[in-house]
C-alpha cells in the first residue's frame, strides 16, 4: 500500500502562483510513476501533470502546458507541482495520484492505483 498526503493548496488571485506538494509512503519504491488529477464543482476529474520515476519523464495536460511544472524528488518519493499563470479556471481539487504499474493513457484516473485525499486550490478573479 502506498499513502499519499498533499499540501500547498489555498486561495489565490488570478495570475498568480502556488505549489502544490505530494508525500508518499508506505510501499513507494513500487511505485512508477506519480502525478496530479483534479476536480472542479460539477466536472469529472481531469488529468493534470505525471512525473515517470524512471528516467524522469513528465507530462501534461494541454491546458496547463507551459504554466505548471512537475517535479520529483526521488530520494524523498515526494511530488511538486508549481503552478503559474493561475486563472480561475483552475479552481478545483488537486489530487496526488501515483500508480505501481506501467501506464498507457496518462489522461485515465483508472490507470493509478492511489490517491491522495485532494487539497483545496481557489483562484479569484
Known amino acids: 500500500q502506498v499513502q499519499l498526503v498533499e499540501s500547498g493548496g489555498g486561495l489565490v488571485q488570478a495570475g498568480g502562483s502556488l505549489r502544490l506538494s505530494c508525500a508518499a509512503s508506505?510501499?513507494?519504491?513500487?511505485?512508477?510513476?506519480m502525478g496530479w488529477f483534479r476536480q472542479a464543482p460539477g466536472k469529472e476529474r481531469e488529468f493534470v501533470a505525471a512525473?515517470?520515476?524512471?528516467?524522469?519523464?513528465?507530462y501534461y495536460a494541454d491546458s496547463v502546458k507551459g504554466r505548471f511544472t512537475i517535479s520529483g524528488d526521488n530520494a524523498k518519493r515526494t511530488v511538486g507541482l508549481e503552478m503559474n499563470s493561475l486563472n480561475p479556471e483552475d479552481t478545483a481539487i488537486y489530487y496526488c495520484v501515483a500508480t505501481p504499474g506501467f501506464v498507457t493513457n496518462w489522461y485515465a484516473p483508472g490507470q493509478f492505483h492511489y490517491w491522495g485525499q485532494g487539497t483545496q486550490v481557489t483562484v479569484s478573479t
Open positions: 508506505g510501499r513507494t519504491s513500487s511505485t512508477y510513476a
Open positions: 512525473f515517470r520515476w524512471g528516467g524522469g519523464s513528465t
